[in-house]
């Protein structure tokens, strides 16, 4: 059984940053495919960033240029980095772990989910 872990959330001010760590145990993670979704209040859950098995990478074009993702598959983590925050992005943020098939950036692409960890920018 797969289980993940987030950490690093926490209240924040508008400008600042904010890193993000899933920790991940089960399955060979080396080989998984991770992602990183979040949810607002009221809102669907969406795709924020995505990192391959070999470390390609993918983000939401609301994030682009903002966060960054990576993976250090000595410790079975990945983290996403994310700077100049906004207040839009206040949500909880979803580690998850992809299964065989599926595009990056749907939610049903992924077969694994951790609890979530909140961040809130305050403005």
């Known amino acids: 059984q797969v289980q993940l872990v987030e950490s690093g959330g926490g209240l924040v001010q508008a400008g600042g940053s904010l890193r993000l760590s899933c920790a991940a145990s089960g399955r060979t993670f080396s080989r998984r495919n991770m992602g990183w979704f979040r949810q607002a209040p009221g809102k669907e859950r969406e795709f924020v960033a995505a990192i391959t098995w070999n470390s390609y990478t993918y983000f939401a074009d609301s994030v682009k240029g903002r966060c960054s993702i990576s993976r250090d598959n000595t410790k079975n983590t990945v983290d996403l980095q994310m700077n100049n925050l906004k207040p839009e992005d206040t949500a909880v943020y979803y580690c998850?772990?992809?299964?065989?098939?599926?595009?990056?950036?749907?939610?049903?692409?992924?077969?694994?989910w951790g609890q979530g960890t909140q961040v809130t920018v305050s403005s």
């Open positions: 998850a772990q992809r299964g065989d098939s599926g595009f990056y950036s749907l939610r049903s692409a992924y077969e694994y």
